[in-house]
């Protein structure tokens, strides 16, 4: 397409040609539009990234009426009233890939509804008719229970987060917390489009379901070799500071290598869609086989607990063994039940609290939310067994904490409606770009990501406080890459980072 143009730059080569907020090419001029945080690869990935990818549109095109960039997103979203920083995070909703068939451009504002935030923390709903319409009916759509989403509608603002597959609605629900950009000032009538990132369970753990239930084909052999991950450093680490001892650990890790021996998960975390699971637990959908007679049985049944973790797991309080729901509640309809014992494995679906001041489980675990983040669940009998030693839960319980000062990023209704009463700048996008183009800031964050997290990994005493202080410089440093902010470290510790990066480490007041 001649009107988009995309430019990767290497942000650690401080010898190449610094990229600029426009360009010329021929009797065209692109203007940037949005970028994002890439790989070497150019695919998005988890850490230290080394190159941002820029998109630019076309502006001043040939014989043609010059296209006001500004404008022309205001015209989507209320871009003005956020932060530089902000608005180039929710711009880089405009580079999301999808397949063509998932972007669906037919949809109106009746067919969504915005529901109360009861800890959705980024997931809403959908109805199960819809989903399989939207997916055309086809084999995929009977198997697929979640979408990752971005909506843009003009008349309520840019959407993000997961829709999981709900009966006895008839509307797209969506949460406060998938609320990320207000609705335009200047246009309410145009269209909506909403595209689906990712499709739920994915194929590898569609694969590894059929894999454990005995009344499913078996995967194709490729899965073995290409559908299994090593497992992460990280949680070999964690299990070690949990006191899992090391034949135990290096035991599964060679089993892991096999799908026989394969004893954990990467699963797509989602919001109860029945809000009858008890406080405090998970279930994990799914069947495998019983041990004692071979046939197929819940993946839950006979299960209690399972260790649950996410990306990054460099603090304590990164992991849980967290209860599991393993037969129908008493408060539970046996028609919720069967609903979600007919979901096929792939997803860890979290219980709602009933209090509203509870803190959710998934904030627990890692900080995180359900707006399309993976949790890290393992089963395997030998590591779980050291969990229910006393002094283990214990030391766990007591040393369990997270950060209240970390923000979702959405827009609640309070905050949606004062928007519309800030000014904001006129330059709105010049700052952006602004941002954007950073390159040496986006350089600087990279490597003091790196160099936090080697800091942190020295420690062999998860608990050791130091450790601790470097495992939430981490986690900063790869939020202000992406978001801005500042990392916090003691100030201690900062003789531990090098002098070039000092500037953008604050000690804790």
């Known amino acids: 397409n001649n009107r988009i143009r995309q430019r990767r730059y290497d942000i650690t080569d401080t010898k190449a040609e610094k990229p600029t907020n426009e360009f010329q090419d021929g009797e065209t001029t692109y203007t940037l539009a949005c970028s994002k945080m890439m790989d070497s690869k150019g695919k998005g990935s988890f850490g230290q990234k080394k190159t941002i990818r820029l998109t630019y549109l076309a502006t001043k095109y040939p014989d043609e009426i010059d296209w006001d960039i500004q404008k022309e997103l205001e015209a989507i979203a209320d871009f003005r009233s956020l932060t530089p920083g902000k608005a180039v995070a929710r711009l880089e909703h405009f580079q999301t890939s999808c397949n ?17 935030e009861d800890s959705h923390l980024g997931c809403g709903f959908i109805p199960e008719d819809m989903l399989c319409s939207l997916l055309k009916n086809n084999a995929l759509s009977k198997r697929v229970v979640a979408i990752q989403v971005r909506v843009f509608a003009p008349s309520m603002g840019i959407f993000k987060g997961m829709l999981v597959r709900k009966h006895g609605i008839n509307k797209i629900q969506l949460p406060a917390s998938m609320w990320k950009v207000g609705p335009s000032r200047v246009n309410k009538e145009r269209g909506i489009v909403m595209i689906a990132k990712g499709v739920f369970p994915t194929q590898g753990n569609r694969y590894l379901g059929n894999y454990l239930s005995p009344e499913l084909s078996d995967p194709p052999k490729s899965f073995e070799a290409s559908h299994i991950r090593c497992l992460s450093k990280m949680y070999v680490r964690i299990w070690k500071g949990f006191g899992v001892p090391g034949r135990d650990i290096d035991r599964y890790v060679e089993m892991a290598k096999k799908r026989n021996g394969l004893h954990h998960a990467n699963l797509i975390g989602v919001c109860d869609p029945t809000g009858k699971l ?7 959908t799914g069947n495998d086989k019983c041990p004692r007679t071979s046939k197929a049985k819940l993946f839950v ?22 209860p599991v729901v393993n037969s129908k509640p008493k408060i539970m309809p046996k028609n919720d039940w069967e609903y979600l014992c007919s979901f ?21 675990v890692g900080e995180g939310d359900l707006d399309g983040d993976s949790y890290f669940v393992c089963w395997d009998d030998k590591i779980l067994s050291h969990f229910n030693k006393e002094d283990v839960q214990h030391t766990m319980k007591r040393n369990n904490c997270y950060d209240e000062s970390k923000s979702s990023g959405c827009l609640d209704n309070k905050e949606n409606r004062g928007a519309s009463s800030i000014i904001g700048s006129s330059n709105w996008l010049e700052a952006a770009q602004n941002e954007m183009l950073a390159i040496s800031r986006l350089d600087a964050m990279g490597r003091l990501i790196g160099k936090t997290y080697t800091e942190c990994c020295k420690y062999a005493d998860i608990y050791h406080e130091d450790a601790r202080a470097f495992s939430r410089a981490y986690k900063d440093a790869l939020d202000s890459q992406k978001h801005g902010g500042k990392v916090y470290l003691p100030s201690h510790l900062h003789e531990n980072i090098p002098l070039v990066l000092r500037e953008f480490v604050h000690s804790e007041i």
Do not use: M, Y
């Open 100 to 116: 063509r068939q998932h972007l669906w451009d037919h949809l109106t504002a009746s067919d969504f509804e915005q529901i109360v």
């Open 278 to 284: 008890p406080e405090g637990h998970i279930f994990v």
């Open 301 to 322: 049944k006979g299960r209690n607990k399972l260790f649950v973790s996410r990306s990054p797991c460099v603090d304590p309080s990164d992991a849980h063994v967290l």
């Open 344 to 364: 096929p494995f792939g997803l860890v679906i979290f219980a709602t609290p009933k209090n509203g001041k509870s803190v959710p489980l998934p904030v627990l």
